[in-house]
């Protein structure tokens, strides 16, 4: 089977009756270390590779605004992800933590 690379490349992509599909496989195969780097970026830690005059400086709770906006209404970065209202990481729900009595990683949840 192609790569989601090599679809793209080939130019069938714009008549794929599956791009959905491939665009929510390309979606879930986005880690939590990407999604942590694009949330320590919106906060101003800008990665070596890239060269900013006015890089962006949110808060946490600034930054992970627009990964929800990302995750819900755009549909770009799996929904899986969440920020701890206790300490501001970010986890996989899917793995770890608590949304019982709001957001918590595995660190600070209280059962």
């Known amino acids: 089977?192609?790569?989601i690379q090599e679809t793209i490349n080939s130019g069938c992509w714009e008549e794929c009756p599956r791009q959905e599909q491939f665009i929510?496989?390309?979606r879930d195969e986005i880690s939590l270390?990407?999604?942590e780097q694009f949330y320590n970026f919106l906060q101003?830690?800008?990665p070596p590779q890239l060269y900013m005059k006015r890089p962006p400086?949110?808060?946490g709770a600034m930054a992970?605004?627009?990964i929800y906006y990302l995750q819900e209404i755009m549909g770009v970065?799996?929904?899986k992800y969440e920020r701890c209202i206790t300490c501001g990481c970010i986890y996989d729900s899917e793995n770890e933590g608590s949304s019982a009595r709001g957001c918590h990683?595995?660190?600070c949840r209280k059962d």
């Open 105 to 107: 990683c595995d660190g």
């Open 24 to 26: 929510r496989m390309a």
């Open 33 to 35: 270390e990407t999604v």
């Open 1 to 3: 089977m192609p790569t």
């Open 64 to 66: 992970f605004r627009i």
């Open 57 to 59: 400086h949110l808060s």
């Open 77 to 79: 970065l799996p929904d």
């Open 44 to 46: 101003g830690e800008v």
